[in-house]
DNA sequence: GGGAAATAGAACCGAACCGGTTCTGTTTCA
DNA sequence: TGAAACAGAACCGGTTCGGTTCTATTTCCC
């Protein structure tokens, strides 16, 4: 299985959260509070954020979070490098930092160029903006109809918490 | 980075390999030779795919391995799924295993989907047959022209080997 | 018929990676 | 001046995964 990291996974739901009202500002605590994700791990994520130039901060009391452009030219591709660095399947990816030591005799070689330009291109394709918009088309499933009472689980469970 | 397992990515070089020359068979050792790859993973790998019907064994002396179908049915996705199960980016993939349990808050819901979709498009449509056939135009390049010298690099290296 | 060569399948192990926490420092505002 | 918020780094335990090894089974050839 093809598996997000967490941080990005996390990421994504957090911006997708920020995206919503693109011009206010919002505190990491608010945001963990909205998104039922750790406050620690928000603020990490947060963090780098700011430093890939997704999100702008404002320090001090009343300070907090805001996307730092609009939600319509940030693609989850940005969102990914900027929590778990370059797209690249696999090691092969980069011809520069090539670590595969086999590539004179490997027949695959330039099939690999292929898969990341698909799955990078895939990934750019989509923005935040897309994201964000939900389908709101369907209600919010008639409880009655829920499979499993919420008796068996938590109420208001929060991720990212062992 | 989104890391592809190693064996997804041993299995699509073998592959390749063996797509060079569909009809013929080939043992595991000799696959193993051929790729740079631990005999042991390799067998690992091929185990794993005839049980896909990816290919088809021949077992007892003179036995070995073939695709069991043209490489032009065989996609980097139905590879993937063989060999590290089923391509999801997020845990909020499949609806029906949804583990995260906020999904009634979360904003970010049917955004997943999207970019699930996307990707698993993005690997389905590239067939082995594609993989396979090289671009022949470039030439092995000069070795003179080659950054750091082969000194430092063990010659003949395997990969997958401790 | 027996043995060598090959695949089938499972169990096992160590180590790198990653999710998550914590702590200290800095900025801002009331 | 102190509380509230962000900045940044270090740290730690657990899970997962890459890789190996061992045994059983099948097949061919002598
Ligand atoms: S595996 Fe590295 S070039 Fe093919
Ligand atoms: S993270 Fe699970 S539904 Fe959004």
């Known amino acids: ?11 994504i739901v957090i911006l997708t959260r ?13 945001l963990a509070r909205a998104t039922a994700v750790s406050t620690a791990m928000t603020g990490k994520i947060l963090k780098l954020l700011v430093r890939a ?11 907090g979070y ?18 778990d ?10 011809p520069l930092v090539h670590a595969c030591g086999i590539e004179s005799l490997c027949p695959a070689r330039d099939g690999w160029r292929r898969i990341n330009r698909a799955i990078r ?3 750019a394709g989509i923005t935040l903006a897309e994201m964000a918009r939900t389908v709101p088309d369907v209600p919010p499933p008639n409880l009655e109809t829920r499979p499993r009472a919420a008796a068996s689980e938590p109420a208001a469970a929060t991720i990212g918490a062992r």
Chains 1, 2 share one sequence.
Do not use: H, K, N
Request: glycine residues 8%.
């Open 85 to 94: 660095g370059p797209i690249a399947l696999t090691s092969c990816a980069d």
């Open 1 to 11: 299985m093809i598996r997000l990291s967490r941080l990005s996974d996390y990421g």
């Open 66 to 83: 805001a996307l730092a452009r609009p939600p319509e030219t940030i693609t989850v591709a940005q969102i990914i490098e900027a929590l």
């Open 121 to 123: 291109e895939a990934l």
């Open 53 to 63: 130039d997704i999100l702008v901060s404002q320090r001090g009391v009343r300070g």
């Open 18 to 30: 920020l995206a919503r009202e693109p011009g206010r500002a919002m505190a990491a605590s608010t």
